[in-house]
């Protein structure tokens, strides 16, 4: 066996022993009246524009992709979701106040604005979440409501 | 898969550019527009509270005869020299039964969205209702016995009659609530870090501006944010991974619902250098174990020793100034032949 050969088998082992370490990938119970679409009535527009492109880290509704299921990609898209559930949570809207709520908006405008977010590497993949000048400015009209 | 090993190559290099740089002690003014200067007053439903009404409230928070042993106040464990809290993990009620809580301060509390760790009370006059008769803490066993220790002393029934001038019957529990609430609806603590968000960047040393750095740089500021750093919403205890102490569930007593679980109210940060011990359980002894702790399940980052003491430094110029004078207990009115007796049963 040439060694080209050996390293081949030797890396698949290891991607192979890797598919064992599996991070938790689930979506949290949550309470359907306290999601932002319950809680702030939002126009369908916004709602489509939250749901098409934040909600896979921003909410208890991630659609998990195929490649979740393969490490190491899988640890770090689990991560992305943790992290992002922890600063911004679509489904959990009734845990805000109005004036922490309005915080949120205006921080997401300014993020979508900015082009921080959806994250570039989640754009890369889903084209959906790619969005115009006129999707961002329903994210910051909804965040100047009073 | 091709896809797959970009994603890894790049995942990679989001891990490197996530690494320290040394804080700066410069503050990006952007990053400051989560929060807010202390207000005032804390504004009330029904209107200005008036001195009259104020003054009553006053009284209250100190009279320990609102207790079935006549020997607890509000200020037993909301000492409000002691930026008002008793430093007790949990406090002493009744005949020294201990509640499972840690009795959080009540300055600038009015000025939260919602009262208790669980939130289950929506302002103060609301909550001052709780402990009067909650069995662990005040133990009147009932509101009648409020109202007849009160009715027995002329000197209430007065000042009932000057702060609620219009109702034909004030002395009721209602309007005993909104006294104490009108009280705390002022006990607020100033403090420099009010005069940097005006705008007097000198207000902060350049080590407390390096720290506040360091918490925004970890993400404090997602929870911890508005004019009080917290009282803002309610989060999971425990969001990146679980709490080891589940023995109370926090929100889900209130909603019962299953995603409340371990939900408790985000606390104010005002004060903190002088509020220990932590914790809606009190278990948390000091402020560099509450901030690694937050990091580690909120967060899921490890600070170093070096960013835990930035941090903390920075908290400390949360402190504010006890208003000495507000807060001044008045003489409280004499009891009178009629006034019912302390009662030390359970």
Not at chain 1, 62 to 75: E, G, H, N
Not at chain 2, 295 to 324: C, H, M, N, V, W
Request: proline letters at 8%.
């Amino acid at each position: 066996m040439s060694w080209k050969v050996k390293l081949a088998i030797l890396v698949s082992l290891l991607a192979a022993g890797l598919q064992l370490y599996q991070p938790e990938r689930s979506n949290p119970p949550s309470n359907p009246g306290g999601s932002f679409e319950a809680v702030a009535r939002p126009a369908p527009e916004l709602a489509n524009v939250l749901r098409r492109a934040c909600y896979d880290c921003h909410s208890n509704e991630t659609r998990w992709p195929w490649y979740s299921r393969v490490s190491p990609v899988s640890w770090l898209i689990a991560r992305d979701v943790r992290r992002g559930r922890a600063h911004l949570n679509f489904s959990e809207w009734n845990r805000l106040s109005p004036q922490a709520a309005q915080h949120k908006l205006r921080e997401a405008c300014e993020e979508v604005r900015a082009g921080e977010m959806p994250l570039a590497l989640y754009r890369w993949f889903h084209s959906e979440a790619r969005l115009s000048a006129a999707d961002a400015d329903w994210i910051c009209a909804a965040s100047k409501a009073p | 898969m091709r896809h797959a090993l970009i994603a890894i190559a790049l995942g990679i290099l989001a891990f490197g550019t996530g690494c320290q740089r040394k804080p700066s002690d410069v503050v990006d003014p952007a990053k400051l527009k989560v929060f807010e200067p202390l207000p005032e007053v804390v504004a009330a439903s029904y209107g200005t509270p008036s001195e009259e009404l104020i003054a009553l409230g006053r009284m209250l928070y100190y009279d320990p005869r609102l207790s079935k042993s006549q020997q607890i106040s509000c200020n037993t464990c909301h000492d409000l020299n002691k930026y008002g809290v008793d430093n007790e993990p949990t406090s002493e009620g009744h005949k020294g039964q201990k509640g499972d809580r840690n009795s959080p301060t009540v300055y600038n509390a009015a000025a939260q969205f919602a009262q208790f760790w669980d939130g289950r009370a929506p302002d103060v006059e609301e909550q001052a209702k709780g402990p009067v008769m909650n069995p662990v803490e005040m133990a009147m066993p009932s509101d009648k016995l409020v109202i007849a220790v009160l009715k027995s002393i002329p000197e209430y029934v007065d000042a009932f009659r000057r702060a609620f001038p219009k109702d034909k019957d004030p002395v009721n529990l209602d309007n005993m609530a909104r006294a104490i609430g009108a009280f705390e609806r002022r006990l607020l603590t100033p403090a420099r870090w009010d005069k940097f968000l005006k705008g007097d960047a000198q207000a902060l040393t350049s080590a407390e501006k390096a720290g506040l750095n360091v918490f925004l740089e970890a993400g404090c500021q997602t929870c911890h944010l508005g004019a009080l750093l917290g009282g803002t919403m309610f989060q999971k205890l425990g969001l990146m991974k679980p709490y080891p102490d589940q023995s109370d569930p926090g929100r889900y007593r209130v909603t019962k619902n299953e995603a409340d679980r371990m939900v408790f109210k985000v606390p104010m940060l005002r004060n903190v250098e002088k509020t220990a011990p932590y914790f809606h359980n009190g278990k948390v002894a000091t402020l560099e174990q509450a901030v690694q702790e937050m990091a580690d399940y909120q967060l899921g980052k490890t600070l170093s020793r070096k960013e835990t003491e930035a941090i903390i430094t920075f908290l400390k110029s949360l402190t504010g100034e006890i208003p000495f004078d507000y807060i001044k207990q008045p003489e409280l009115p004499k009891s009178t032949a009629r006034t019912p007796k302390p009662d030390l049963s359970d």
